[in-house]
């Protein structure tokens, strides 16, 4: 089957080296869609190919795709050749704190003062979307006119295409932001007066628009894999995830809209994005429908409870190789304080069954880092490998084949804003550097497991941006010069990490990314910690209506946007 037979023309993806056409501007808002990373990552970053979608569709605008490599050239987009510095409009998809380095590097090659104070009034207008922007656009906000704050499928396009007339009219932007201040989903950091409200797509627990790859290449780093959005949000609120928190209310697309987008656009393989896909009922039967139509597929992590024989026989028997399960915290305090809802024997009997069925790869992931972790968290997770060394071995039977390895991922805990560990210090980088050294010796003796630890470095800089106020872009624009890095910049920085990261924030704090309201209140957030350091768990999220259960406030948060 040809590429062109896989993708027709009228799926409005882009597959292989085929590129969106470039007409002339023509009258249109000719907009920046600027991904500060390169194109392997971009092409592989469903947000970012989702506001491009829409940007597309608006008659109003242009809108060019452009990427980061780095360098002291000035940035050109990537199917036009034009400069940055042509753009009345730029706007950049935040999705990780390290980008904030290349979006300053990319507006100071281009020659665009850095700071919002220093334009003056004077055009390109510098707006900023994505995840970061609705958990804390601080850290950015002197270099930023426009966060939207929310869900660009929600009227961000809408908000753009309104600026073509200050634009082309010989108006400041000064102008423009005046005009849009104050409405829901838009914060300007030079005029907002109150927390910038959230803006969601749709209502209840539907996702009625889920979101799909645009491109579908070799160039990125998930080759020829289209990209469907299954899910958004998660049920399950685990305390240190941000997702389980600012995407509330969680909700599903429905398996007919998702059947519709693979019959439109007939890919070669499909990637679901979501989280704890296995609670999703029509999995499995999606799954063999998109087997049976010769369509394959990749998950991510998957959750133990949620894998039964039936469904680990179909994903061996499609091809599927390798398990990933998440166990997080490394005791069973850690994991009933942080509300990671794990019963160990039947995380074992899941493990028994994925080597039984001659998967020949598992996959485990943790968090070291915790507030209050001991030797004896450690000394438990040791224990537990080694009961999972054995239920492999009993999965496994007479047979030779089964599991054949496994590789524990550890990261550091980056407390993150938003969530009940917004009030937590972050570990320190030699506590952090001594847990790490302590796994490997914990793993070494388990056999046919090798350890892959991060480095503590680079999570405390993530956790100083995470958590940083305005003055943190003091930090971003030095690192953004050339021949800099974030390590160097860190030296010549003459702020305190510390008084960032390393102390336990007041209850009553004010805390910089209240400057946007994403509907969990402050409260609920704060009791969660509290519960954090009792052992205490939390409900699930999304068993009844937001209205009906308003646990977290998110019930009178909506009906509040509902104009009632």
């Known amino acids: ?239 240190f995830c941000a997702a389980g928190y600012i995407y509330r209310p969680p909700r599903h697309a429905r398996v007919e809209v998702l059947k519709d987008i693979v019959e439109r656009v007939n890919p070669g393989k499909v990637g679901l994005v979501g989280t704890a896909l296995t609670d999703w009922p029509d999995l499995h039967p999606f799954l063999t429908w998109l087997h049976e139509r010769g369509t394959k597929f990749s998950l991510a992590s998957l959750r133990y409870d949620g894998l039964t024989d039936d469904f680990l026989t179909f994903l061996r028997r499609t091809g599927t190789r390798s398990v990933t399960l998440a166990l997080e915290g490394a005791s069973h305090r850690i994991r009933e304080a942080i509300n990671k809802r794990l019963d160990e024997e039947k995380f074992l009997e899941a493990v028994s069954r994925i080597s039984r069925l001659q998967f020949n790869h598992l996959k485990l992931y943790i968090i070291a880092g915790w507030p209050d972790e001991t030797e004896e968290d450690y000394r438990e997770l040791g224990e537990f490998l080694q009961r999972i060394r054995e239920a492999i071995d009993a999965g496994r039977g007479k047979k030779k084949t089964g ?38 010796k914990v793993v070494k003796p388990v056999k046919g497991f090798q350890v892959r630890v991060d480095k503590p470095a680079p999570a405390r800089l993530q956790g100083l941006l995470a958590r940083g106020d305005e003055k943190i872009f003091d930090l971003i624009e030095i690192a953004a010069r050339p021949g800099m890095n974030w390590r160097k910049a860190l030296r010549q920085w003459d702020g305190d990490m510390s008084a960032y990261l390393d102390r336990e924030r007041g209850k009553d704090e004010p805390l910089p990314w209240e400057c946007v309201d994403i509907g969990v209140d402050r409260e609920y957030l704060y009791r969660e910690w509290e519960r954090y350091k009792t052992v205490k768990g939390t409900a699930l999220c999304g068993k009844v209506e937001c209205e009906r259960c308003n646990a977290c406030g998110m019930g009178t948060w909506l009906h509040h946007g509902d104009g009632k």
């Open 403 to 440: 599991v054949g390895h496994v590789t524990l991922g550890v990261s550091s805990l980056v407390p993150k804003p938003w969530t009940p560990f917004q009030w937590a210090p972050m570990a320190g980088e030699a506590h952090l550097n001594d847990v790490m050294k302590r796994l490997k």
């Open 1 to 239: 089957m040809s590429e062109a037979t896989l993708y027709p023309p009228e799926s409005g993806v882009f597959y292989g080296l085929d590129r969106p056409s470039v007409p002339e501007w023509g009258g249109r808002l000719p907009v920046a869609l600027v991904f500060p990373g390169s194109a392997r990552l971009g092409l592989s970053t469903l947000g970012w190919q989702v506001v491009w979608k829409l940007l597309e569709e608006c008659p109003g605008i242009i809108a060019e795709r452009f990427f980061w490599e780095g360098g002291d050239e000035e940035p050109r987009a990537y199917d036009s050749g034009r400069p940055l510095s042509d753009f009345p409009v730029i706007s950049f998809s935040l999705n990780f704190e390290e980008e904030y380095r290349a979006m300053a590097q990319m507006l100071d090659r281009a020659g665009i003062p850095l700071r919002s104070e220093d334009r003056d009034g004077a055009w390109p207008l510098i707006t900023a979307g994505g995840p970061l922007s609705f958990m804390n656009p601080a850290p950015v906000a002197p270099a930023v006119d426009l966060f939207w704050v929310g869900e660009a499928e929600a009227g961000f396009a809408d908000l753009l295409a309104e600026c073509a007339s200050y634009a082309f009219d010989g108006a400041s932007t000064m102008d423009y932001l005046r005009a849009v201040a104050g409405r829901d989903g838009v914060y300007i950091p030079a005029l907002a007066t109150a927390p910038t409200r959230r803006v969601l797509a749709g209502h209840g627990n539907e996702l009625s628009h889920p979101g799909h790859s645009c491109f579908v290449t070799q160039e990125s780093e998930f080759r020829d894999m289209f990209l469907l959005e299954v899910n958004r949000g998660c049920p399950y609120g685990c305390r």
